[in-house]
């Protein structure tokens, strides 16, 4: 939309570089917006998940909701800046890269503090499990169990949106254009991140889930009256 406004609909003094050099123009303005309720949701559904994996316990979440907390300041003021500056400037403007820097430092931080509480929480249950009498030696050296499967899809998903925010956050802090197509890149990152996890954790469980309702039997023979049909194949599948 900003390309159309700036090649095709702006008809004033300076052409296209007038148009996109308007900071405080409806499209940067929402752009802005988009890039941070975005890293606000997807950061609050990790606390969210990491608060429900620790049993609903506030005291592990606590430094977390400081960080997020903080990047929510962080978003106010990036945004009051953005929308009323009304000057000739990019997104990488130094008006604006106290509260951009601060936010994304914020965000990564959160990220890797409440992702390493997540895995160290299911990593220790896992070292636990193994020590009850109904997790056998034979069925250990399958493959890895559900639980170390869970820390990777959670490592993976963690690892994909701070590698993005991290990107972002140095082309913000060099002062580069490529900022523009970075942060386009982490708006979707952030819901693809998100929904990863859902979407990898059912695909896994369910082959387990359907081995385990699955109950074939022997087969049965016995007598029958026709001569044509000498035996019957009986198989159960339980749901």
Not at 183 to 189: K, L, N, P
Request: aromatic fraction near 8%; proline fraction near 2%.
């Amino acid at each position: 939309m900003h390309n159309i406004e700036a090649f095709a609909l702006y008809n004033g003094a300076g052409g296209a570089q007038e148009e996109l050099l308007n900071i405080s123009d409806w499209v940067n303005v929402v752009k802005t917006v988009d890039v941070i309720l975005q890293t606000l949701l997807g950061d609050g559904m990790l606390i969210y998940r990491c608060w429900i994996v620790y049993e609903k316990s506030w005291r592990i979440i606590v430094f977390s909701l400081l960080l997020w907390l903080g990047t929510a300041a962080c978003t106010a003021v990036g945004l009051r800046i953005g929308a009323t500056l009304h000057s000739h400037a990019l997104i990488t403007s130094g008006s604006l890269q106290p509260a951009i820097i601060s936010f994304w430092v914020l965000t990564i931080t959160q990220n890797f503090v409440t992702t390493g509480l997540l895995i160290s929480r299911i990593y220790r249950i896992d070292r636990q499990n193994t020590r009850f009498a109904y997790y056998s030696a034979s069925s250990a050296n399958k493959g890895p169990t559900r639980l170390q499967r869970a820390i990777r899809i959670i490592l993976e998903s963690g690892l994909m949106y701070t590698v993005t925010a991290l990107v972002t956050f140095i082309t913000f802090i060099s002062g580069s254009n490529s900022a523009y197509g970075t942060s386009d890149v982490e708006v979707q990152v952030v819901g693809i991140a998100f929904n990863l996890i859902i979407i990898r954790a059912d695909k896994r469980a369910q082959p387990e889930k359907m081995a385990s309702t699955t109950m074939p039997l022997e087969v049965l023979r016995r007598p029958m009256v026709s001569d044509s049909m000498d035996a019957v194949s009986v198989t159960v599948m339980s749901n």
